[in-house]
């Protein structure tokens, strides 16, 4: 049974950062790729991006391109996502996705 706990988020003013962390547990850190989504209210889950284990090939929404930057740590059994420049647009609640699995997401709110 796979396990994911999200942390780091919070209020943070535009143009500000912050670092999103995944702990997973009860998975083998394997070939899986391991992926962020975020909800902002009223809307729908979109993909924010997206890592593989094997190579480390990272892929990014357009939205977030040159701002937020993923990856992950085997040895700690964590997923990262380093956000910066953000953007009151980039509220919303994110979640990690690993194997299928879905933790129950962080806050994050951009806004002065």
Same mark, same amino acid.
């Given at each position: ?24 547990? +009860? ?38 391109? +040159? ?32 194997? +299928? ?12």
């Amino acid at each position: 049974q796979v396990q994911l706990v999200e942390s780091g988020g919070g209020l943070v003013q535009p143009g500000g950062s912050l670092r999103l962390s995944c702990a997973v547990s +009860g998975f083998t850190f394997g070939s899986n790729t391991m992926t962020w989504y975020r909800q902002a209210p009223g809307k729908e889950r979109e993909f924010v991006a997206a890592i593989s284990r094997i190579g480390g090939i990272t892929n990014y929404a357009d939205s977030v391109k +040159g701002r937020f930057t993923i990856s992950n740590d085997n040895a700690k059994n964590t997923l990262y996502l380093q956000m910066s420049s953000l953007k009151p647009e980039d509220t919303a609640v994110y979640y990690c996705n690993v194997a +299928g699995s879905w933790g129950r997401g962080t806050q994050v709110t951009v806004s002065s």
